[in-house]
């Protein structure tokens, strides 16, 4: 059974340059959270999807965005990158619960560098 | 926002010392749970805890969550060198909302010295 599977593990970009990762979640799973960690940070959360649609956003702009197609899988696109955008992008993906308790497991990340 | 603080940010201990984080959130939660990054890694669940004053033990590890729902820490006896990570909390507020979003804490990174 895999697990979470996010692509491409690694990638370098351009400041200005868009990008797209993706994330397959764990068998099972209809949920898919996205988060953002820096260094040395704990993840923050951007956003969550279910049923194809944004359920809930955390703090980051409108650069950036995502969906989520009928498997459940998921993508992040995030636009007109800044440097700051570097960091570890996670998907966790989760069982939805109506109680909205339950464990995420998460992939093992992008690694996005800007340049 | 919610907002959830994890102190220390750092800790050092010789192998076999013990060791505890401790976690502080603005709000009422949901529930919390933890996870371990070891380095180059990504969080691995460690367990979630929902009740008011509840306490879990995994081995040499035991969870507590404070009776308000507002605090937790971790507690391992006896580190060992496959402790070494970060260990974050990460909690669920109790705004009935929160479909599962988790907020953490900055984590806690743990070296364990042979």
Known sequence: DAGVTQSPTHLIKTRGQQVTLRCSPKSGHDTVSWYQQALGQGPQFIFQYYE???RQRGNFPDRFSGHQF????SELNVNALLLGDSALYLCASSSDLWTGDTEAFFGQGTRLTVV | GQQVM??????HVQEGEDFTTYCNSSTTLSNIQWYKQRPGG???FLIQ??????????KRLTFQFGEAK??????????????????????SDAGGTSYGKLTFGQGTILTVHP
């Open chain 1, 70 to 73: 009928p498997n459940y899988s």
């Open chain 2, 49 to 58: 805890l929902v009740k008011s004053g509840e306490v879990k033990k995994q």
């Open chain 2, 6 to 11: 994890q102190i220390p940010q750092y800790q």
């Open chain 2, 70 to 91: 507002k605090n937790s820490s971790l507690h391992i006896t006896a580190t060992q060198t496959t402790d070494v990570g970060t260990y974050f909390c990460a909690g």
């Open chain 1, 52 to 54: 194809e649609e944004e």
């Open chain 2, 42 to 44: 990504h969080p691995v």
